[in-house]
């Protein structure tokens, strides 16, 4: 893992974190199935399911709902590299369930998968905990397959989802783990 600081983010951090790339590349998306028994109960499956050719997926916000969304925000951590900015996560609390919100974490492209998402995540977790939160969730799109892979990795459990969540029509899958 390259050597990386995270910290609260300024304000004089804004454009660097909207000049971040957000798009990404994906070769799987999730296809949703609600099964329905004969007693009614429901349950809903999460296919993984192989795209014919690498697609890029545009991230669902444009600048200016972002700058919406993180006027929510209750914290803002940024990894930085030398000083510049690689990578940040932004989430709120909701107070019920103690619940720690991860609404955006974004790695720079050419910094993705060493670990720096990990420890953004880790220090989102670690926040969450020193307030006396209960859980932290992620809203991930259904078609970021790598962000899916990774909640997973770190011990995150598929928990719900809702269809056209984002402001581009996109599909919000939630994932959560308990806080220790």
């Known amino acids: 893992m390259p050597k990386i600081e995270i910290r609260p983010s300024h304000v004089s951090d804004l454009e660097q974190l909207l000049a971040l790339e957000r798009d990404y590349t994906t070769l799987y998306v999730r296809q949703i199935d609600i099964e329905t028994e004969e007693d009614e109960t429901q349950t809903v499956v999460l296919r993984r399911v192989r795209l014919p050719r690498p697609t890029r997926v545009d991230y669902?916000?444009?600048?200016?709902?972002?700058?919406?969304?993180?006027?929510?925000?209750?914290?803002?951590?940024?990894?930085?590299?030398?000083?510049?900015?690689?990578?940040?996560?932004?989430?709120?609390?909701?107070?019920?369930?103690?619940?720690?919100?991860?609404?955006d974490l974004i790695v720079q492209r050419t910094m993705r998968r060493q670990g720096i998402g990990r420890a953004l995540l880790f220090a989102a977790e670690e926040w969450g905990?020193?307030?006396?939160?209960?859980?932290?969730?992620?809203?991930?799109?259904?078609?970021?397959?790598?962000?899916?892979?990774?909640?997973?990795?770190?011990?995150?459990?598929?928990?719900?989802?809702?269809?056209a969540y984002y402001p581009n029509g996109d599909v919000a899958l939630f994932f959560a783990k308990t806080i220790h």
């Open 129 to 163: 905990s020193q307030k006396e939160q209960q859980r932290i969730l992620l809203e991930i799109q259904s078609r970021n397959d790598p962000a899916i892979q990774m909640a997973k990795k770190f011990g995150f459990d598929f928990c719900g989802f809702q269809e």
């Open 60 to 103: 669902p916000r444009n600048r200016q709902q972002l700058l919406d969304q993180w006027g929510y925000c209750d914290a803002i951590l940024v990894a930085t590299q030398q000083e510049q900015i690689v990578g940040y996560i932004a989430f709120s609390l909701q107070k019920s369930p103690h619940t720690v919100w991860i609404s």
